[in-house]
């Protein structure tokens, strides 16, 4: 009757140490580290970067606990801050020689003292929040001004166009504030000018002005195209943000909108600031420009003459110099995406990139108009530009699709696909608030939360086992098997742990033990009520399982919507608590069943249970312990 089949316990023993597992890297603590990632595209973290990494350390005398290649950065690990102070130094001097263009971004980190064994069975820590583990914290201020004149810039584009195509002859397209002003010389030019606008601009509101010598179209943006713009901009930049600084490794930084025009960015484990700085400042912005093809240019690249006017100068990969005119074609706001690959002919890495339709159509205008001249595409990442490639226009492209080669490595190429994904800022941003949250003080976080748990379980495990005697035991042993199974589950599934959600596992701890005391009573009611132990312990799971289903789905829904709807420390405070109530529920069931099935249920007469005290009814019944209740013994009336 109380029996498992051998399955069942040997899941449950594969359960406890896959969970044992999974739990122990949270363990080892965090180590002092150093991370160097790459500062642009050109340059590359490899065995060579590492080798130079090590012999920067020795040379100062600095033995790191471990150093490895990770992706696409090398962590050093350290016993002391002050032995991560003494290394970034050496291996800035060693890697960043001209600190005003630094190809290496060299950050203080966090580091698992975890051992490689685990690694290797991909058993991670949990990741920590910024009030547990330390970091940096960031409130940006993004300029709606430039974003809507950035919009205004690019309607005055549009409508210059859309009056050239119309064949409407104007005395000028300008920008004038926020609104697009069109001059025009007679009031029959000025109503078709209107009308245009009207009818192509749904943004834009246009007013005629002016006497009878020269008529203005002045189209302004409607306040709901004006709030579009601004949360459209917004969006864009914690789109950017996110993708930049997960490209760079930092783990589960917290990027979320505050306000209107406010964005608050969390990176937890980044000790160094002004590091943390340069990491939101890493954007890349893509430009396509006409080469300067005439005799001035071609000597000034050449060296042998100065830069005509109306062009600039950058270089290549290669340090080559390239003359391309100051006029810009095209920009990273008509591309739609970026990926690395191959060219089909030549099989050298390139990237693919997908403009949008206005994209599309003005560069297939331009190549169609400049066959046999060359076309520079220039990558921008902290004001300074680089060409990645100038290659000669063969042909009219058409299609909206282009491919970018310039003897890239394949590293190369997925790096800088990944920057042109990642695009540009919509506005320009402002630090308003920086604070540092040091390490020692989520380590102090850390210590009160564990010892809050700690105590909670202490408390309630001692409760169990002298109201319960026994069976407060196999509860408790249920309760520790909860929080084992819990642990494990945030650590694989990477869940990141703030101070809400300790104060989920503490909750959690008090709603299992629920569970326990659901069925312990249940098996109290059918002793009372005469039936034997056996049958008491098999009804009393049995029955106590719908009443246990019921209550913990209605708090799983409540946990649910939290989750939906919930963000930031309320989103990490109902991942614990769903998780929680997963595992309360397979442990106060399967778990402690199977604890009471190994003790009791190889005892085939069995006369006593030890479950406290059963309380029998009746005015005058006495109080009688349950080591004296019989099979055979009467319910009281």
Not at 264 to 272: A, E, K, S, T
Not at 288 to 295: A, G, M, N, Q
Not at 606 to 632: E, H, M, N, Q
């Amino acid at each position: 009757m109380n029996r498992y089949p051998l399955w069942k316990y040997l899941f449950i023993i594969v359960t406890v140490v896959l969970g044992t597992l999974y739990t122990l890297p949270n363990f080892f603590g965090e180590a002092p580290a150093v991370q160097v990632s790459p500062a642009k595209t050109s340059a590359r973290v490899d065995a060579a970067v590492l080798a130079r990494v090590e012999q920067a350390l020795k040379d100062a005398s600095i033995t790191p606990d471990m150093i490895a290649l990770e992706g696409t950065s090398v962590r050093a690990r350290f016993d002391t801050t002050d032995t991560q102070l003494k290394a970034r130094d050496a291996i800035q001097r060693a890697l960043v020689p001209d600190p005003s263009d630094p190809s290496f971004v060299i950050a203080l980190n966090l580091a698992s003292r975890s051992p490689a064994w685990l690694s290797k069975i991909r058993a991670e820590p949990m990741y920590l929040g910024l009030d547990l583990r330390g970091g940096v914290h960031f409130m940006l201020q993004v300029d709606m001004q430039s974003a809507l004149t950035k919009r205004v810039d690019s309607l005055s584009s549009d409508v210059r166009t859309s009056l050239r195509e119309r064949n409407i002859r104007h005395g000028g397209v300008s920008r004038n504030g926020q609104s697009v002003e069109v001059r025009a010389r007679d009031r029959d030019t000025a109503e078709a000018v209107s009308r245009l606008i009207r009818d192509t601009f749904p943004d834009l509101v246009p007013t005629i002005s002016g006497d009878g010598a020269e008529f203005r179209v002045a189209a302004t943006i409607k306040p709901e195209s004006v709030r579009t713009v601004q949360q459209n901009a917004l969006k864009q930049n914690i789109t950017t943000l996110h993708n930049r600084i997960n490209e760079l490794g930092v783990a589960e930084p917290v990027i979320q909108q505050q306000g209107l025009d406010r964005i608050v960015v969390q990176l937890p484990g980044v000790q160094d600031t002004a590091k943390a700085k340069d990491i939101l400042g890493r954007t890349a912005t893509l430009e396509i420009r006409l080469v300067d093809e005439s005799t001035e240019g071609r000597a000034a690249e050449a060296g042998s003459g100065s830069v005509p006017f109306g062009s600039e100068r950058y270089l290549d990969r290669n340090g080559q110099g390239v003359i391309v005119k100051r006029q810009v074609i095209l920009t990273g706001e008509n591309l739609t995406d970026a990926q690395p690959g191959f060219d089909q002919q030549t099989q050298e890495a390139a990237v693919h990139l997908t403009l949008d339709s206005k994209g599309a159509r003005i560069f297939r205008d331009v190549t169609r108009e400049n066959v046999n001249k060359r076309m520079a595409i220039l990558l921008f990442e902290k004001g300074k530009g680089e060409v990645v490639t100038a290659p000669v226009i063969r042909s009219e492209i058409g299609g909206g699709r282009v491919q970018i080669t310039g003897r890239m490595t394949t590293v190369e190429a997925n790096d800088t696909a990944l920057l042109l994904r990642a695009g540009s800022l919509a506005a320009p941003m402002e630090i308003i608030e920086e604070r540092t949250i040091g390490p020692s003080l989520g380590a102090e976080n850390i210590a009160k939360g564990f010892n809050s748990v700690t105590w909670g379980f202490v408390a309630v495990a001692a409760f169990m086992c002298v109201y319960y005697m026994l069976f407060g035991v196999f509860s408790s042993l249920a309760l520790a098997f909860n929080l084992l199974l819990l642990i494990a589950m945030l650590s694989s599934l990477q869940a990141t742990l703030t101070l809400p959600g300790m104060a989920a596992i503490a909750l959690v701890l008090g709603m299992a033990i629920d569970s326990n005391v659901l069925i312990n009573e249940r098996i109290r009611e059918e002793l009372r009520a005469g039936v034997s132990p056996q049958q008491a312990i098999h009804v009393g799971y049995d029955r106590a399982w719908a009443t246990i289903l019921d209550s913990n789905i209605t708090t799983l829904i409540a946990g649910i919507a939290l989750l939906a709807f919930g963000s930031g420390p309320v989103r990490g405070f109902a991942v614990v608590h769903c998780l929680g109530i997963l595992t309360s529920m397979f442990s106060s069931v399967v778990f402690s069943r199977a604890l009471v099935n190994l003790w009791y249920g190889r005892k085939k007469k069995l006369k006593t249970v030890s479950i406290g005290t059963v309380w029998k009814g009746g005015a005058d019944a006495p109080v009688v312990p349950t080591s004296r209740v019989k099979p055979t013994a009467e319910p009281s009336v």
